[in-house]
């Protein structure tokens, strides 16, 4: 009602009727937002003057097929279960035995000279001695679905076909093989079976504990001093390389991408010169590498649905 409609008794020389109390109760909900939104704004300005700049991100990458060769990427999207690019997931595909265990480098280390590459909707896998293999990176829904062991773990995974299955026994030469892989859909193995129930709860594909590996330049380096034989940062496999902060202080970036951190522990061996496995040399002495292997690795699961990386961020 206008202000004239609200005067209107008055000049007709009737009583003013009351002002609505919901008029007054509105008016002090608008300023209590009012205020704060003020506070909000205030207290952002004030976190973001604490912000600094902890480390940055040197390179990303992610291992679509576990085992094999990385793809580096400029941008990922880091998700529950690892980081995303295009139809990039970071270790969704397998080797399995026909039995349904997995196969790793661990066992074939042949497995570490197969290359990936992405175009369009296709994974493209390369190695010395083999045609090019052409691997859809959606599969029928017809595909049988694989009961595999992964560290003793049950987990499913959707074979990926008699051609890939083949191309995979051509080249390792040593038994029958099958390539598998994960859908989003599928349970995955849940880290308080993996850790202790202590952990926070998350799933775990086929990575070997944790979604997503982050190591620093620095913690390398560090490592490196206390070697005779140096060591590359390929052989430790990250997502995320971080430059610019010190030796083992990865928790700090991890911190400033809302993440748990978890420690990670290599096998009893140390982490082999897989490579040098692979092309025929005999593997280094790695025994040196354990006492900093817990210290200069570590794992980080995101508490968000999804965090958007870049290089040099």
């Known amino acids: 009602m206008g202000a004239a409609g609200w005067w209107a008794p008055r000049r007709l020389g009737l009583p003013a009727p009351s002002r609505p109390s919901w008029l007054a109760g509105a008016a002090l909900g608008l300023a209590a937002a009012a205020l704060g939104t003020v506070a909000w704004r205030r207290a952002r300005s004030r976190r973001r003057g604490r912000l600094r700049q902890v480390g940055t991100v040197a390179q990303l990458w ?3 097929v576990k085992s094999c060769k990385g793809v580096r990427v400029s941008a990922a999207e880091c998700t529950a279960l690892g980081l995303r690019c295009g139809h990039l997931r970071d270790r969704f595909w397998l080797v399995i035995k026909e039995d349904g265990h997995m196969v790793t480098a661990r066992q074939e280390p042949r497995l570490v000279l197969v290359s990936i590459t992405c175009e369009g909707e296709c994974l493209m896998l390369k190695a010395p001695g083999m045609d090019q293999l052409v691997l859809p990176s959606k599969l029928p829904p017809s595909n049988k ?13 959707r074979d990926c076909g008699d051609e890939a299955a083949q191309w995979f026994t051509s080249f390792l030469k040593t038994e029958a093989f099958r390539l598998v892989q994960f859908e989003k859909h599928m349970k995955g193995r849940p880290s308080k079976e993996i850790f202790s129930p202590v952990v926070p709860n998350y799933q775990v594909a086929y990575p070997d504990c944790s979604p997503i590996m982050i190591l620093s330049e620095a913690s390398l380096a560090d490592l490196n001093t206390r070697l005779e034989k140096k060591v590359k940062m390929d052989q430790f496999r990250p997502n995320i390389v971080v430059t ?7 928790a700090l970036c991890l911190g400033a991408l809302d993440t ?3 420690r990670y522990r290599s096998c009893p061996s140390g982490f082999p010169d897989l490579r040098g496995r692979a092309e025929g040399r005999q593997p ?3 025994s040196a590498v354990m006492h900093t292997l817990s210290r200069c690795t ?3 699961r995101s508490r968000s649905a999804s965090i958007c990386l870049e290089k040099g961020v």
């Open 298 to 300: 570590r794992m980080l």
């Open 62 to 64: 992610i291992y679509p």
């Open 145 to 157: 679905v694989h009961d595999c062991r992964l560290f003793g773990m049950d987990i499913k995974g």
């Open 260 to 262: 748990e951190v978890k």
């Open 284 to 286: 280094r002495a790695r």
């Open 244 to 250: 610019g902060c010190d030796a083992f202080e990865e």
